[in-house]
């Protein structure tokens, strides 16, 4: 069990990577067609400044989410463990249902 608890946490820690390096390439984007469009200086500085507020505080979200998988990882993956395998289990009783009766 704990071989399939790291598999489903590293799957889950790529996920989290992946969308904070997506945040962050949007918001480079974002911020450099903002400086490209936006004439005056005092207004270019105010939405630059919500949006790195904005991509801080989202990236910030995402390390507290991080931090809790790593700390709960056992209880968090083994519930969803064996509600999965309690789901394939009834698929299995389901299945095996269906063949008794249309035999």
Not at 26 to 39: C, D, F, N, W
Request: net charge positive; hydrophobic share 50%.
């Amino acid at each position: 069990m704990e071989k399939r608890i790291r598999k489903l946490y590293s799957i889950d820690c790529s996920f989290i990577i992946a969308f904070m390096i997506f945040l962050w390439t949007a918001m480079i984007y974002t911020m450099i067609v903002i400086i490209s469009v936006v004439t005056g200086l005092s207004l270019r500085v105010l939405i630059l400044g919500a949006g790195l507020v904005a991509g801080i505080c989202a990236t910030v979200a995402l390390v507290a989410v991080l931090a809790h998988l790593k700390s709960q990882r056992s209880r968090i993956y083994a519930e969803d463990i064996m509600r999965s395998s309690l789901l394939v289990d009834q698929d299995q009783l389901r299945r095996g249902r269906r063949k008794k009766c249309s035999s």
